[in-house]
Structure formats: structure tokens, C-alpha cells
């Protein structure tokens, strides 16, 4: 007869073997999960160390006499670790982490080890008539030399796709698979198909003399994808946002270009407000943009470019692109 207060019995060790084992198994699985997918690693590390929790458990059990104590632990021996139906418990707690939960959700790992720049980031996704209009995740900072990891939902066991938009460039999308990491370098991978229009020099003198200015059409492929009337010479970004920055190898042709023609450096100032037409729509290599400026005088100025790298592609706008003589 065993006697109150002893160790179990010898057959009582496997069950608890067992039960234990796969306690132990869950946690370092989810655990795994949250360092493999996400950087929230961390914080479940503190959570469940002697800072966090356990530290507050710790502390009640402190105030407990011995003797309830051990009465707590004989009865979480009896009631978890040695019935069969615990590891049916576990189980089911897995499928529902991993089956239900974790089999929704893939990963955007967005590096900036190449980047010196400090930047914030915003993931879309698209809503049931197909715009970027669902926020997966709002705006944050993206600081330099890092790397994130962004774990999104997903279809069961399938992929869907996200809009990532860094300040400073253009949008990237990216398929995101459940159980996958998707690895986006910037600047790199947001090298995209763009196009930067903006006046000659002559052209934009003549915008600047009136107060309403031109309108700018754009098409592609022969169906129009947006216009910006009252144009007064800005820079127009087609197939991305207007915050993204101009690159210097175009400044500097710029810069260049009003130093061969002795122009006022004010006519940088007006090239360099960017403005964007219909930015959610992308454009791909190959497809044919068609530029249409109606001037202040009603000329119609037309230029027609065929989008290659390397992105974003520069077209200028000239009164000899006029079709009237």
C-alpha cells in the first residue's frame, strides 16, 4: 500500500514520460514557429523566463506554505501529467496552432543591410473589387542596417498577395505563401518598371507664364489609366507614388542641363515637386505608355515610349513632340 506523501508507483512513469515529452515538444515547436517567422521571438522569451510570467508565479508560490505546494504539484501530477487524455489535449492545441493558425500565415522578411537610409514601411492587400485598400500592416519606421520580419495572413495552406511600399521607392508586390518567408532587399528588390516624366526646359518656361497650366493624359497600351489637369511642369511618376525619391543619376542631368542652357537653378525647383498618376496601378517591361500634353496654347504634345530598364525610365517632353506645326 503506498503511503501518503511517497513517489508514484513505477507504472505511473511512462504516462508522465510522455505527457511531459510532448509539453516540452509544443513549446519548443511554437517557439521555433515565432523565431523562424517572426520578430517577436523575443518578447515570448521574456515572457516565459524568471522576467516575465514566471516571475510573477514564482512570487505567489513563494507565499504558499510548503505543504500547499506540494499539494499543487500532486495534483497537477494527477490531473495533467499522468491521464491519457493529456497528450489528446496536446494535440489538439498543435492542430490548432499549426493547422488552423500557423497554416494561414507566410512571412515578408524585408532587409535593409544595403540601405543607410531611415525609412517607414506599409503592407497592403487588396479588397474584394481587387484594390490595394486593406491595411496588413499601418505605417512604421524601417530603420537602416536591419532586417524585419512581417508574418501576414494567408489562404489555408495557399498564398496571397501584399503591396509593400517603402517611403522613398516604389511599391513591390510580393506573393506570399503560408509556411514561406519572402525575403525583400531594399533597395533592391524595388528596382520596378517606372517611368519619371517632366518637361524640357523650354516647356516648362511656357507652363509656368499662365495660371492654369496643362493637362497631362496618360495611356498604356491604348487605355487610359488616369490625367492631371492645371499641370504646371512637375515631375509625373507613372507606376509609382509621388514620394519616391528622384535618383541622382537624373538630377544630375538635370543639374547639367540648366548649366548647358544658362537656366535659372529656380526651374530645378519646379521640375522637382513630383505628382503621380493612378500610382496603384503597375506597369511591366515591354507595355507601351502614351504621353499626352494639352498646352495652355492647345497644342497637343505626344510621346510614345516602350517601358525598359534601367528603371525609372526618363521621357521628356518637347514642343517637337507637338503634332501641330
Known amino acids: 500500500m503506498a503511503v501518503a506523501g511517497s513517489s508514484p508507483a513505477s507504472g505511473s512513469f511512462w504516462p508522465i514520460a510522455v505527457n511531459l515529452s510532448a509539453l516540452v515538444l509544443l513549446g519548443f515547436a511554437v517557439c521555433a514557429w515565432f523565431l523562424h517567422y517572426t520578430d517577436l521571438f523575443p518578447e515570448v522569451l521574456n515572457l516565459l523566463s524568471l522576467g516575465g510570467i514566471f516571475a510573477w508565479i514564482a512570487f505567489l508560490a513563494n507565499i504558499l506554505s510548503k505543504e500547499r505546494k506540494e499539494d499543487f504539484q500532486h495534483k497537477f501530477e494527477t490531473h495533467v501529467l499522468l491521464p491519457k487524455r493529456t497528450l489528446a489535449v496536446i494535440f489538439l492545441i498543435a492542430s490548432v496552432f499549426f493547422l488552423a493558425w500557423a497554416s494561414r500565415r507566410g512571412t515578408i522578411v524585408v532587409s535593409t543591410h544595403h540601405d543607410d537610409k531611415n525609412r517607414t514601411i506599409e503592407i497592403r492587400s487588396r479588397d474584394r473589387k481587387g484594390e490595394w485598400k486593406v491595411i496588413a500592416l499601418k505605417e512604421e519606421s524601417l530603420p537602416s542596417r536591419e532586417q524585419r520580419k512581417y508574418a501576414l495572413p494567408t489562404s489555408w495552406f495557399g498564398s496571397r498577395e501584399y503591396r509593400v511600399k517603402v517611403s522613398g521607392l516604389p511599391a513591390a508586390v510580393a506573393d506570399i505563401e503560408a509556411w514561406r518567408k519572402k525575403s525583400l532587399s531594399v533597395p533592391d528588390a524595388f528596382d520596378v518598371p517606372l517611368v519619371l516624366v517632366h518637361p524640357s526646359l523650354a516647356l516648362s518656361v511656357s507652363l509656368q507664364k499662365t495660371p492654369v497650366g496643362g493637362t497631362l493624359s496618360v495611356s498604356a497600351d491604348g487605355k487610359p489609366i488616369g490625367k492631371l489637369p492645371s499641370y504646371r511642369g512637375e515631375a509625373v511618376w507613372i507606376g509609382g507614388d509621388k514620394d519616391i525619391d528622384i535618383p541622382e543619376r ?51 504634345i505626344i510621346k510614345t515610349i516602350v517601358v525598359t530598364p534601367p528603371y525609372p525610365q526618363e521621357v521628356t517632353l518637347d514642343e517637337s513632340n507637338s503634332d501641330q506645326p
Request: proline fraction near 8%; avoid cysteine; glycine fraction near 6%.
Open 250 to 300: 537624373i538630377l544630375s542631368g538635370w543639374r547639367l542641363e540648366l548649366f548647358r542652357n544658362q537656366a535659372p537653378q529656380e526651374t530645378l525647383a519646379r521640375w522637382l515637386p513630383s505628382a503621380s498618376i493612378n500610382p496603384a496601378i503597375g506597369i511591366f517591361k515591354g507595355q507601351r505608355i502614351d504621353v499626352s500634353l494639352i498646352t495652355p496654347s492647345q497644342r497637343n
